[in-house]
């Protein structure tokens, strides 16, 4: 009997040595049940957040701001701030866990005028991100209030790992000129003594539009930092409409009308002869936009007959329709602009009587629309191609309203006379 006990252990031993000397196995996690995975973001459900009251100098002004940037941004269910405690004290999980919240946004003023960010984890319990923020002064000026933009774009990224679009503006025209304002519809300021069509150069500093004078109609490039003025196109007797610019800043692509019909024409935008794109022989193709790489643009021709959306190469070749032709009565459509992630072209289509809002996914050719109420033209992509800015008589005066595509969720922008015509621009930095 002690024989066999001696055997067995000696046997034992042998086994463990050889598991011991064998390299290790990965070892698979299991799941816990009951065990919060922590704060994250899915696509197509909303993220829950809060951002604590922020005390000290425009405390107010910070927390409203931030908040409503959340909500913007049509990703976050945004907890109403007097749900919560100063932002000063310890964070209350489990009060914040009892209100369905995923994260809180904690900002604290430095002595410096910097603010300092904290997201919370709730289901974690531990704070997920921090970084300190340089706010310009003076307090609550145009680049302070874009720089507090900024703060919620970041934190926007942190939750969904895509920047927002809270730091941009929306050029517009209005009264014979071009206006620019805040993503929030603050901040309303002119831009050029006149003009229309806007669109942005990609750095976000200047603005390119046309003037129609009734003499030369050029095209116009104004710097918003300096106010400098430049003429990019002109000719006697010629109107230059409709200004699209490349991407990479290099390119400018117009509509160049006479009495022989209107076709598009490209230029460096440093200047030198225009080079004719489209040969309409007497019809019109003008608002041409251009594909994320700069190689295709999507204009609007009515060479066929009412006026349709087409693609082609820079050059003009290759053009095709890209709108169908037979669509009931829709037998008008215009104003295409192409999304910033290159699966969209959104437009204006004539349905029943009225215009509204289309996309085309360039893939499968579907189309989908967008707009129900009123009149609704002009559309514009937000860096994000998930919003659209467009005019809309809706309110009874045509205004610029925000229309998330996800969701049809839309928001008035401006507010006053007549708005029309509007770009959004590339994502900025505050100066």
């Known amino acids: 009997m002690a024989r066999f006990t001696i055997r067995r252990v000696l046997l034992a031993l042998c086994a463990l040595a050889l598991a011991l000397s064998a390299p290790p196995r990965a070892v698979r996690a299991q799941p816990t049940k009951g065990v919060s995975l922590g704060l994250q973001y899915r696509p197509g459900q909303k993220t829950t957040l809060i951002v604590l009251p922020v005390a000290g100098p425009n405390g107010d002004s910070l927390t409203t701001m931030i908040s409503r940037d959340f909500d913007f941004s049509d990703r976050f269910t945004v907890v109403s701030s007097s749900a919560a405690p100063g932002g000063t004290g310890p964070i209350n999980w489990a009060l914040f866990a009892k209100l369905g919240v995923d994260g809180v946004v904690q900002v604290t003023v430095l002595p410096s005028g910097w603010v300092r960010v904290l997201l919370h984890d709730v289901g974690l319990k531990s704070v997920r991100n921090q970084k300190d923020f340089a706010l310009p002064s003076p307090a609550q000026s145009a680049g302070w209030r874009l720089a507090v933009h900024g703060v919620s774009d970041v934190v926007e990224e942190w939750v969904t790992g895509q920047r927002g679009v809270a730091q941009t503006r929306i050029a517009f025209t209005r009264g014979g000129r071009v206006w620019t304002v805040?993503?929030?519809?603050?901040?309303?300021?002119?831009?050029?003594?006149?003009?229309?069509?806007?669109?942005?150069?990609?750095?976000?500093?200047?603005?390119?539009?046309?003037?129609?004078?009734?003499?030369?109609?050029?095209?116009?490039?104004?710097?918003?930092?300096?106010?400098?003025?430049?003429?990019?196109?002109?000719?006697?007797?010629?109107?230059?409409?409709?200004?699209?610019?490349?991407?990479?800043?290099?390119?400018?692509?117009?509509?160049?009308?006479?009495?022989?019909?209107?076709?598009?024409?490209?230029?460096?935008?440093?200047?030198?002869?225009?080079?004719?794109?489209?040969?309409?022989?007497?019809?019109?193709?003008?608002?041409?936009?251009?594909?994320?790489?700069?190689?295709?643009?999507?204009?609007?021709?009515?060479?066929?007959?009412?006026?349709?959306?087409?693609?082609?190469d820079l050059d003009g070749t290759n053009s095709e329709l890209l709108t169908a032709a037979a669509f009931g009565d829709r037998d008008y459509r215009a104003g295409p602009d192409w999304s910033p992630d290159g699966r969209l072209v959104a437009f204006q289509s004539r349905n029943g009587g009225t215009f509204q809002i289309m996309t085309i996914n360039l893939r499968d050719q579907s189309v989908r629309q967008v707009t129900n109420d009123g009149r609704n033209d002009d559309p514009s992509w937000a860096p994000d191609s998930r919003h659209l800015v467009l005019t809309s008589n809706r309110s009874g005066v045509r205004q610029l309203w925000v229309v998330d595509v996800e969701t049809g969720r839309a928001r008035q922008l401006t507010r006053g006379p007549e708005t029309r015509l509007s770009a959004w621009s590339p994502r900025l930095l505050a100066p």
């Open 182 to 312: 805040d993503s929030d519809g603050a901040n309303v300021t002119p831009a050029t003594p006149s003009g229309m069509s806007p669109q942005w150069l990609p750095s976000g500093r200047g603005i390119v539009y046309s003037v129609l004078d009734g003499v030369r109609n050029p095209i116009m490039l104004t710097d918003l930092a300096t106010g400098a003025q430049r003429t990019l196109a002109s000719a006697a007797g010629i109107e230059h409409t409709t200004p699209a610019v490349s991407p990479d800043g290099r390119t400018l692509v117009y509509a160049r009308g006479s009495e022989s019909g209107t076709d598009l024409y490209a230029q460096a935008i440093e200047g030198g002869a225009p080079r004719r794109i489209t040969v309409g022989r007497g019809r019109a193709s003008a608002q041409p936009s251009f594909s994320p790489d700069g190689q295709r643009l999507a204009f609007m021709s009515d060479r066929s007959g009412p006026p349709e959306v087409y693609i082609s």
